[in-house]
């Protein structure tokens, strides 16, 4: 078992190749952490407890007798506050007479095969799975908590979250309940977070940690463009390969907060959860509350190691359904084409001539519904437009389909138009405080997902419209933060549940499309990547990256994106010039190649192409469909960072037996009077001999010497307009990229 109890030490070791997490039952019933790094071997009193004890006499102890026993400098796997830990704690519930403090102390252990799933949330999945269960108990509150983790036989991997079971008769409220705390013996790390906007989401943020909280979160009720819910921990002169690096994640799409706190010994405290700030839960006798599962990751093979074992996890223990570790479909969105402005007879347009250039999959975006032509009315009203569609949607599905595609369309479950039958019928359906004017955003409302009527409404008038169209794909949008937070179902002293209800209701609603519709593709988006972390992932196994589709932007934000969340769930298309969000032109070949490293697509109205795009297109596609598992699936490394000099980005993909590769290699401006970069490229095998369209390279010799860039292209600039081959590489000038294919001879 990959999970040991010492009953000497009273110490719990869970275990794999890879990674050690070593925890240890104090005498007063707290849980210690001692290790969590790199594998150690399993020894009898293998942790040494050296931490500082009692630096001053006057530190608060449980015990009077041992002063210098105090949880003041202990490193602590769950903190409470109250009894002498003044970190900030990892939870706290209100009791009845009003205190807030709660000491729980350890009862027994479970350590089984397997992982149980949590109830209405997104978990990790795995026949490769071992858990622990530590029962707590505190006396006072007669509340039990369970901690949970778990580990895979194969990944650097530890997730934990926590069940709170009420057993008392009087009832309590959680005010603070995170998924997991980690005590870090020493503070010498970078924290890096991934924050931003929309349009340009998840830029890498790099910064010291100081003494002192520091935090990114979200009190958007969705997780946010502005902070990701993820943290990273590096050292110094820890790079892509090399040093040690922990990623810390959570599988949810709500609130939530991810912070770190050094104190005066230089010890780090990190934790995430869902956001304490606007958050309680009542818990009656015999309850359960459940914190969303944390992702713990170590690596001593620097943040690419990291990025491993995250995009591992991702796609084979959260992913799920049919496009699981399937190439997705190449894809024709109508949004930028069209807009709101179309008929069936225009949309056929579009999706016959992107069959005719190899598409598989026709998306019918916004518009298609109640009288929906801006974005001010109808959402709610899920019913065709006759006027754009006077055959009905199933009609338009069945005419695609019979073109030879699948058939996708867009819907925003969430929201309601002040504009719409649904408002006039049930204005109390939307977010808003009674006797107040509610805030717009988008000119829309948020439903109250907490309210089950709402999930039942929704859920039966969408299934209608899947059924009928027959589809093969939704893009599920979410367009507006939360905000005028209120429910009228639920009481005065429950109303800080509702963030939380929330996302369980749109959970619930996920969960029960997947069950109908098992064969759907999801696409999770939210005004592009708003709602882009590892609890959707479970739901919708790829996200809309983001609304800027600029082949530049994308760049930065596909780079940050890809540190937590594995190529495949990039939605990333090629959209017209000038690029719409930001008015920048580039080649077509361009802005393929970057999306070509992600769920792979088109944005643009294929019919009014020139013909050199067109041939373009058509190349471009036929080539994705050769290598469209490698870009999704292969073993993606980071090899440039565009956060470095802005100007020169490049990663690559090896397959697993790591016989084919494809390098990509982008410079944004064009400078004079320069030589040949040499890039040394990873993930090879030294011995294979690996052959470009020209040449043949050592695997040694790439990976010590390096590839010279620029070579096909300045050797041979003609050949994808000479003959009918894609020639990965585009002009010269600004905006250069290429791809290089490498494949073992
Ligand atoms: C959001 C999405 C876009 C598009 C529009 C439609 O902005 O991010 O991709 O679907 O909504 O209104």
Same mark, same amino acid.
């Given at each position: 078992m990959p999970i040991q109890f010492n009953e000497k030490t009273r110490e719990f070791h869970i275990f794999n190749n890879h990674i050690s997490y070593i925890i240890g039952i104090l005498k007063n019933g707290d849980i210690e952490q001692c290790y969590f790094g790199k594998k150690l071997r399993s020894r009898e009193g293998i942790t040494k407890r050296f931490y500082q004890f009692g630096p001053s006499n006057a530190a608060i102890c449980p015990i009077d007798s041992d002063i210098l026993f105090t949880p003041t400098v202990q490193r602590r796997e769950y903190p409470n506050y109250g009894t002498g830990d003044y970190h900030f704690c990892a939870y706290q519930t209100e009791q009845s007479n009003g205190s807030r403090i709660n000491n729980f102390s350890y009862r027994d252990y479970c350590i089984h095969k397997g992982k149980d799933k949590i109830p209405g949330m997104p978990a990790t999945y795995g026949d490769d799975v071992t858990t622990l269960e530590l029962y707590m108990h505190d006396e006072t509150s007669q509340t039990d908590i369970t901690l949970f983790y778990h580990i895979f036989d194969n990944l650097p991997v530890i997730t934990r979250s926590v069940r709170f079971t009420q057993v008392g008769d009087q009832s309590i409220n959680i005010t603070r309940a995170l998924s997991f705390c980690l005590d870090l013996p020493d503070s010498e790390y970078e924290m890096i977070t991934l924050n931003g906007a929309w349009g340009r989401e998840r830029y890498i943020d790099c910064s010291p940690l100081h003494q002192g909280i520091q935090e990114v979160n979200s009190n958007r009720g969705i997780s946010s463009s502005e902070h990701n819910p993820f943290i990273a921990l590096k050292r110094k002169d820890t790079n892509e390969d090399n040093g040690e690096a922990f990623g810390f994640s959570l599988l949810y799409s709500g609130n939530f907060t991810a912070l770190a706190e050094v104190d005066s010994y230089d010890k780090t405290r990190v934790a995430m959860g869902? &956001? @304490?700030?606007e958050f309680s839960w009542k818990l009656n006798t015999g309850e359960n509350f459940y914190t969303p599962e944390a992702v713990l990751v170590y690596s001593d093979e620097g943040l690419g190691g990291m990025s491993q074992a995250l995009h591992s996890l991702c796609q084979n223990n959260i992913m799920r359904g049919d496009y699981k570790l399937t190439r997705r479909p190449v894809l024709f969105n109508n949004w930028e084409a069209t807009y709101f402005n179309f008929d069936e007879e225009k949309l056929l347009k579009i999706a016959s001539s992107a069959k005719e250039l190899g598409a598989e999959l026709f998306v019918l975006d916004d518009g298609w519904f109640g009288k929906r032509d801006d974005d001010t009315t109808s959402l709610g009203d899920w019913f065709t437009d006759l006027n754009k569609l006077p055959n009905g949607i199933g009609s338009l599905g069945k005419k695609v389909k019979d073109l030879g595609l699948k058939f996708g369309l867009w819907i925003e479950p969430e929201m309601v138009n002040e504009k719409s039958k649904l408002f006039r019928e049930h204005p109390d359906w939307a977010i808003g405080v009674p006797n107040r004017k509610r805030s717009y955003g988008r000119h829309q409302f948020v439903l109250d997902f907490s309210n089950p009527d709402v999930i039942d409404y929704i859920f039966n008038l969408i299934s209608k419209v899947f059924e009928e169209s027959k589809v093969d794909y939704v893009k599920w949008d979410m367009n507006r933060y939360l905000s005028d937070i209120y429910s009228p179902t639920l009481p005065p002293n429950r109303q800080k549940e509702f963030f939380h209800r929330y996302i369980l209701g749109f959970y619930n609603l996920y969960e029960r499309f997947i069950e109908k519709f098992p064969h759907v593709l999801f696409e999770s988006c939210a005004s592009g990547g708003s709602r882009f972390d590892l609890g959707l992932m479970y739901y919708a196994p790829q996200a809309w990256t983001s609304d800027d589709t600029d082949g530049v932007e994308r760049l930065k934000i596909q780079y940050g994106t890809s540190l937590i969340y594995p190529i495949v769930s990039m939605g990333s298309h090629v959209s017209a010039v000038p690029n719409h969000q930001i008015l920048r032109s580039t080649s077509i070949d361009f802005r393929a190649n970057v999306a070509m490293f992600g769920a792979f697509g088109y944005e643009l109205d294929p019919t009014i192409l020139s013909d050199y795009d067109k041939l373009k297109v058509s190349q471009q596609i036929a080539f994705f469909k050769e290598y469209g598992q490698l870009f999704q699936y292969g073993t993606f490394i980071r090899l440039k960072s565009p956060f470095e000099n802005n100007n020169d980005c490049a990663w690559m993909v090896v397959s697993e037996d790591k016989k084919t590769a494809i390098v990509a290699n982008f410079k944004v401006l064009a400078r004079p009077n320069t030589i040949k970069d040499m890039i040394r490229l990873k993930g090879? &095998? @030294? &011995?294979f001999d690996y052959a470009t369209e020209s040449f043949v390279f050592g695997g040694d010799e790439l990976m010590n010497i390096g590839f010279p860039l620029q070579l096909e292209f300045n050797e041979f600039p003609q050949n994808a307009d000479q003959n009918n081959s894609y020639s990965h590489s585009n002009n010269k000038g600004d905006f250069f990229s290429e791809l290089i294919v490498l494949k073992a001879k």
């Open positions: 869902i &956001n @304490p700030f090879l &095998n @030294p &011995n």
